[in-house]
């Protein structure tokens, strides 16, 4: 039982470059969310799942695109990286019984 | 909108003694609050929740509606507490957590 899994944990990107930040859970989860955290800011909201096939935006939802084919995988794609995307990006997820959010280890993202 | 204050950037307290992390919350319903806590290079984990009253690692929190809210305390410190805490609210029927700007409490020998 890996919990939630999250690749790469280290990237560069130059501005305009898009990439897709993985994250797999094997708790059989319904519930996935994104997070992205900055220094002074704590984590935000950037877009979540509440089970496969259905996605729903969060606080900073621009720049970014998720889908949710398996109840397994919920990545996070940047479509056109920006420096203000540089940020260290949190997948995490729960079932639906338990409030408590079970999080990766983290994606740090830096865009040039 | 929900929001959550952690007026305390840093918290520097000596082995042994009491820590109190601040934490105060606007919402205008039922609030679902947590306190989430990242030791040094680990991923950020669930430390405990109000509806559970719960005593984690020592740590207890109490729910205040009138004064809306939610402290972390623990009569005395060990070094091993050194780590970010989050304090957190849960909204949007289960789906949303908005965090605090986080407290990182350090505690001295």
């Known amino acids: 039982n890996a919990g939630v899994t999250q690749t790469p944990k280290f990237q ?4 305009g470059q898009s ?7 094997d708790m059989n ?3 996935m969310s994104w997070y992205r955290q900055d220094p002074g800011m704590g984590l ?3 877009h979540y799942s509440v089970g496969a096939g259905i996605t729903d935006q969060g606080e900073v939802p621009n720049g970014y695109n998720v889908s ?4 397994e995988d919920f990545p996070l794609r940047l479509l056109s990286a920006a420096p203000s995307q540089t940020s260290v990006y949190f997948c995490a997820s729960r079932d639906h019984g338990n409030y408590g959010y079970t999080f990766g280890s983290g994606t740090r993202l830096t865009v040039v | 909108a929900q929001r959550v204050t ?3 950037k840093l918290l520097s307290v000596f082995k042994g003694a009491p820590v109190e992390l601040k934490c105060n919350y606007s919402y205008s ?6 306190w989430y806590v990242q030791y040094s290079r680990q991923r950020l984990q669930l430390l405990l929740r109000h509806i559970s009253r719960e005593s984690i690692k020592g740590f207890t929190a109490d729910l205040n509606k009138g004064e809306t809210s939610f402290h972390l305390k ?7 507490d050194s780590a970010m805490y989050y304090c957190v609210i849960l909204t949007g029927g289960g789906n949303k957590l908005t965090f605090g700007t986080g407290t990182q409490l350090k505690v001295e020998l």
Request: hydrophobic share 30%; aromatic share 8%; with cysteine.
């Open chain 1, 12 to 15: 560069v990107l130059k501005t």
């Open chain 1, 19 to 25: 990439m897709t930040l993985q994250c797999a859970q």
């Open chain 1, 29 to 31: 989860h319904e519930y």
């Open chain 1, 44 to 46: 935000r909201l950037i």
């Open chain 1, 68 to 71: 949710r084919s398996t109840t």
């Open chain 2, 6 to 8: 952690q007026p305390e």
């Open chain 2, 29 to 34: 319903g039922s609030p679902e609050l947590f």
């Open chain 2, 74 to 80: 623990k009569p005395f410190a060990q070094e091993e």
